[in-house]
Structures are given as C-alpha cells and as structure tokens.
C-alpha cells in the first residue's frame, strides 16, 4: 500500500461511522475545540451535565497531581485556574475511559491497557515537575498526554477484522513489534490511526506530534522536549510491565536525557506505584500496586541473575579457569601479557556500561521498597530485600574485579571501596 492510499484508508477509518461510538458528551467535548466562539462556561455546562463526570473530574483536580492552593468547588472554577484545553482533555480522557471494556477481549488486553496508561501519565508528569524540563513542558499536560499516547492501539483493534481479533497484539509486546504486526495484517498501524484520530478531535498539535515521532527517533538531539519525554515514559512504563529485553541499562541515558541523576530517577519511577492507587480509584481502573511491584521486582531479579553469569564468565576468562572450576582471585593487570590485557580492558569497558548501571537502578528499587515497608506486603518487602541484598553483593563483585585491575575509579588507595550502600 503506497503513501497516498493509505492516507485515504486513514481518512476512512477514522470517520465515526468506523470508529466506537463514543458518548454524545465526548463528542460535544470534542467539537468545542472546533468553535472558536465557544468559552469557558460552554465548556463547564456541557461537562456538568454529567453529575457522575463532574465528581470524578473535581475530585482529580483537587488531588495532589495538581496542587492547586485553594479548594476547587465547581467546573467552571476549575476551567478558569487550571485552562480550557486541560480541563476539555481531562473530561475527554474519562470519557474514553468509559468507551472501552475492561477485561480481555480476544487479543486486546484493556486492563493492561489502562494500567500502563495510567502508569505512564504519572511518570510523565513527574519527570517534567523533576527536571530543568519544568520550564518549558506543563507538567498537567504532560498527565493528559500520557494518558492518551496509545489511544490509536484499542481504536485499532476496534476496526481489526474479525478473523484477526484473537491473535491481535493485546499491548504488552514492544512497540516496534505491535507496529509491524499491525503494517503487516491492516495496511496501517495504530500511532498513524492515532495521530489521523486526534487530529480530528481538534487536540493538540504537540499531541498529534508524539504519535508520529517515538522509539528512538524520538530521543534524538533537537526533538521536542515534550515529545522525548512521552518516548522516556512509555519505555519506562514497558520496562516494568512489558515483554522483552528488561534493559535497565536504558535509565542512565534517560536520566541524561532529563538532565537528572539516576538516583533521582529512579525515586520517580518508585513513587509511580504509591501515586497510582488513588487515582486509579477515580478513574475506575484495576490497580494492584503491590502487584505491580512485585513484577518489577522479579524482573530485577531476572537481571541480577543475567549480571552474576556475566560477571562469572569476565571471572573465568581472565583468570583462564575453564567454566566450571570454581573461582579465582584474578590477577593484577601488570601480571597479564599484552593479549590478556586487552581482553581485560575489553571486559572492564562491558563492566562500566551494562553492569553498573542496571545495578544501581534494581539497588535503588529494592531499597525504596523497602524504605516503604509499612504501606506494603510484607512478601513484596521481604523479596525487595532479597534483591537489594543480592545487586549489593554483585557490585562488590564487581569492584573486586576492577580494583584489582588498578582501574576502579571508586576505589580508595589501599583496596577498600566506598561504592556499596546498604
């Protein structure tokens, strides 16, 4: 299917006789972006004509997401502090909301759908309110916007041939993977339905824009500071919860990318699970944070695992123990002929960029999980110790081997460490 024929197919699809149908207050709430005369109490009466939508919407805005100073007692209050287009996008997100079942359907996961949106909105809107970002992106929003990222991938499965349904891909996949199923089946994927979608819906245009640029292109120098950060919370959010590579290494560069340290982070991320729960309440959305900690957490656990056998195979190679044979201290690097050491400084290059760093972050987890214990399960505390345990005992591993190399930046003069935390 060449460009033009699928811009014609887009078109198509997302006309409303195609697409959910979608409450008569969604859709007033969509053309009001359309009227220019319209003003800020057409936006309150149309919204307060839904007494269930205006609880749920006053009760959002008055939470701790927005910090507003005084009490909010009315929509059209709201709309004047908080701005016409947040409180439209807000009220339009709960709406969606209620579009779309709960539960799996065939392929399509919507409790896992709604979870990662979730997820992914409050990790937006942190890492904006976190970082030197807080000047140029609004961090409210950054909310709204992660909310609605992957709008396209239930829209997709809404017009997916019947035939297709059961082996569609349900949302925890990578996203390069879902994309390419969906190119291959439909002709089309699910961020250019989503991108066509708001388009017409009148969000927007930095909306729009972060549906056509994502992965790696959206992390590249010069792109949007709004669009990288919805491309960092979606790959955050994947990384805890999706299937794949679980490639912690990957929060260095983003915590670059926010001009931010690691540590801090990774106390986003970890906040994300204490956030989520209430707001999950208002919006009707099946939330287990315990849960979801734990899944992290095994993952982590998977990654150590990973870690160990690597740092075993650098053990073994530089000492020149066939696997198998136990451990041994390995030698000094002047000991080494020319060869070896370039095989040992090849290893410590490995060491530096794709252990220390998913150390540091599952440590980091670990340790505010366990920091929490009180607001917890005392199973998910316990393993938390496990973990955080066991990542303190890999980076002594780890700086075992690089002192004794000459080349740990960490070491202090006489062989001790000061790296390690408890």
């Known amino acids: 299917m060449d460009s033009m024929e699928k811009e014609k197919l887009l078109d198509r699809l997302t006309e409303s006789d195609y697409l959910p149908s979608l409450s008569p207050l969604a859709m007033r709430l969509i053309g009001l972006a359309a009227d220019e005369q319209s003003s800020i109490l057409d936006l309150a009466r149309v919204i307060e004509q839904d007494p269930g939508l205006t ?16 009490p909010i007692s009315s929509i059209s209050y709201a709309v004047m502090v908080a701005g016409f287009n947040k409180i439209r996008l807000m009220a339009l997100n709960l709406c969606l909301k209620d579009t779309f079942p709960l539960g799996k359907v065939q392929g399509m996961d919507y409790d896992y759908f709604w979870k990662t949106s979730l997820y992914r909105a409050i990790i937006a809107q942190d890492l904006v309110k976190g970082s030197p970002l807080s000047s140029e992106v609004d961090h409210e929003e950054a909310f709204t916007a992660g909310l609605i990222l992957e709008i396209g991938h ?10 297709l349904k059961d082996a569609f891909p349900g949302g925890d996949d990578p996203l390069e993977d879902i994309l390419q199923w969906e190119e291959e089946k439909l002709g089309y994927h699910h961020r250019q339905l989503g991108a066509r979608t708001l388009e017409k819906w009148n969000l927007p245009p930095s909306f729009v824009e972060i549906q056509r640029v994502f992965g790696s292109q959206a992390l590249k120098e010069g792109v949007a500071p709004f669009t990288q950060v919805m491309e960092i919370a979606r790959a955050c959010t994947h990384l805890f919860f999706g299937r794949g590579r679980e490639d912690f290494s990957l929060l260095e560069r983003f915590a670059q990318l926010m001009e931010i340290s690691l540590e801090r982070l990774t106390e986003i991320l970890s906040n994300a699970f204490i956030r989520v729960e209430d707001l999950a309440r208002d919006l009707k959305i099946r939330i287990d944070p315990d849960q ?3 899944d992290v957490m095994e993952k982590a656990g998977r990654v150590l695992s990973e870690i160990n056998g690597s740092l075993e195979a650098e053990r073994q190679k530089i000492s020149g123990l066939p696997a198998g044979q136990g451990s041994s201290t390995p030698p000094l690097l002047s000991e080494l002929s020319p060869k070896r050491r370039k095989e040992w400084e090849g290893a410590l290059d490995i060491v530096a960029h794709e252990i220390r760093n998913p150390l540091t972050a599952i440590g980091g987890f670990a340790r505010r999980i366990i920091k929490k214990g009180q607001e917890q399960s005392s199973e998910l505390v316990q393993y938390a110790e496990l973990i955080a345990q066991e990542a303190q005992r890999l980076e002594k591993v780890l700086n075992e081997l690089m002192t004794f190399s000459g080349n ?15």
Request: charged content about 25%; proline content about 9%; overall charge positive.
């Open 408 to 422: 740990n930046p960490l070491a202090e003069p006489g062989g001790s460490d000061k790296s390690t935390k408890s």
């Open 292 to 294: 979801d900690r734990m």
């Open 154 to 163: 239930p829209l997709c499965f809404h017009l997916c041939p019947a035939e």
């Open 55 to 70: 609880a749920r919407l006053l009760k959002i805005v008055n939470s701790a997401f927005f910090a507003h100073r005084e």
